[in-house]
């Protein structure tokens, strides 16, 4: 039974809650769109009580893309067991359920939102892109990336966040076929690079040699070589 008491609430738990209030709105609708007083309505408190703990819907703004950030970081992490590619679809699909959930949020912590030209919001961005380059590396068991490597993992993590951008205009592309599109992109990329450099060849190769024939890399082979037989001959020079 209930008393009708309202319990009150310790500073960082406040804080916490008008956190997760913010970030609930900005994740459904654009923050320049959102008001101070939706806020505080959404939190059950008043408008001068959220200045109490946050100085303006900028300083919210970025708590709450704190919080993001730090989640969406950790849809990268993944278990080292297992072929990579079966790893990657799974971050995919982990990092496209955060897409989904949180379509304008995503969008206005990759552009900027209300927080274009802070050098906060941006280095939060930067530091979800550099978390998911690190967890690809690990995952490569690559300490030392040379630079081909380095420019192909973090083409790759560009490539998945520009996706995702473009989906969440009308999703018109089914959700499944983009996350698996973007293993067969780190394959693509991954071997394009290998063709220039032997230090990335013998990468391409170890990668490769923990691969099933069923799996997401296996089926590219499959795709391409299927294409193959229609593709013209190059015309001699």
Same mark, same amino acid.
């Given at each position: 039974m209930t008393t009708g008491v309202r319990r009150r609430m310790g500073v960082d738990e406040r804080r916490q809650q008008l956190i997760g209030v913010a970030l609930e709105l900005f994740s459904h609708r654009s923050p320049d769109d959102v008001s101070i007083d939706e806020i505080a309505a959404a939190a059950g408190i008043s408008r001068p009580l959220v200045y109490h703990y946050f100085p303006g819907k900028q300083s919210l703004y970025e708590a709450a893309l704190r919080r993001a950030a730090d989640e969406l970081a950790g849809r990268f992490v993944e278990p080292h067991q297992?072929?990579?590619?079966?790893r990657l679809l799974?971050?995919?699909?982990?990092?496209?359920?955060?897409?989904?959930?949180?379509?304008?949020?995503?969008?206005?912590?990759?552009?900027?939102g209300p927080a274009v030209g802070s050098s906060t919001a941006n280095a939060m961005i930067d530091e979800v892109r550099n978390a998911a380059y690190l967890q690809i590396l690990a995952h490569l068991r690559?300490?030392?990336?040379?630079?081909?490597?380095?420019?192909?993992?973090?083409?790759?993590?560009?490539? %998945?966040?520009?996706?995702?951008?473009?989906?969440?205009?009308?999703?018109?592309? #089914?959700? =499944? &076929? *983009?996350?698996?599109? $973007?293993?067969?992109?780190?394959?693509?990329?991954?071997?394009?690079?290998?063709?220039?450099?032997?230090?990335?060849? %013998?990468?391409?190769?170890?990668?490769?040699?923990?691969?099933?024939?069923?799996? #997401?890399? =296996? &089926? *590219?082979?499959?795709? $391409?070589?299927?294409?193959?037989?229609a593709v013209p001959a190059p015309r001699a020079g």
């Open positions: 297992g072929p990579l590619s079966a799974r971050v995919m699909g982990r990092f496209f359920d955060f897409v989904d959930e949180h379509g304008p949020g995503f969008s206005a912590l990759m552009r900027g690559v300490q030392q990336p040379p630079a081909r490597l380095e420019l192909v993992v973090r083409s790759w993590v560009s490539l %998945a966040e520009s996706t995702a951008l473009i989906w969440l205009d009308g999703r018109r592309i #089914p959700r =499944g &076929e *983009l996350e698996l599109q $973007l293993v067969h992109d780190f394959a693509a990329l991954a071997a394009v690079s290998a063709a220039y450099d032997q230090e990335m060849a %013998a990468i391409l190769l170890r990668m490769l040699a923990e691969e099933p024939a069923d799996g #997401p890399f =296996g &089926e *590219l082979v499959s795709r $391409l070589s299927a294409l193959l037989p």
